[in-house]
C-alpha cells in the first residue's frame, strides 16, 4: 500500500482537488448541490474554518480553505464532509470488494489533492 504523507500547518491556507469515484457522466455533485452545500455546514460548525473559494464542477471540486490560528487537522474535516453527503445520498452505486470490506460507499475517491499556498505578500 501507497504511504501517504501529508502536511499538517496550523492557520494555513490550502488548494483542495475532491474527486467523486465513478466521474465519467456523474453529475451528482451539481444535482445534489444542497446537498453539498449542508455538508459544508455540518463540518464547519463543528470544525471551523474559512472557504476562501470553492468550485463545484458535476463530478470533482476544488477549494480553498484557511484553518484556524490552533488547528491543522483538514483531513479530519474531508472526511466529515464526504461522510455526511454519502450518507444523505440514496444507495446503489458500484462498490468494490475492499470498500465493502472497509464499509465504505463508493462515491468519492479514497484520496484527495492538497496543496498548500504559500503568501510570499505577507512577509
Not at 464547519?44 to 472557504?51: S, Y
Request: one cysteine or more; glycine letters at 2%.
Amino acid at each position: 500500500m501507497t504511504d501517504y504523507r501529508r502536511i499538517y500547518i496550523p492557520n494555513a491556507t490550502w488548494f483542495f482537488t475532491v474527486n467523486l469515484a465513478q466521474r465519467r457522466n456523474n453529475q451528482l455533485l451539481v444535482e445534489k448541490i444542497d446537498l453539498l452545500r449542508a455538508a459544508f455546514r455540518y463540518v464547519k460548525e463543528r470544525r471551523p474554518f474559512h472557504i476562501n473559494a470553492v468550485v463545484i464542477m458535476p463530478d470533482h471540486l476544488h477549494c480553498i480553505w484557511t484553518l484556524p490560528p490552533e488547528d491543522a487537522d483538514y483531513s479530519t474535516r474531508w472526511n466529515m464532509l464526504k461522510g455526511h453527503f454519502s450518507r444523505a445520498i440514496d444507495k446503489g452505486e458500484r462498490i468494490s470488494e475492499s470498500r465493502s470490506k472497509r464499509r465504505e460507499r463508493g462515491l468519492w475517491q479514497r484520496r484527495f489533492w492538497a496543496h498548500l499556498i504559500i503568501d510570499h505578500l505577507s512577509k
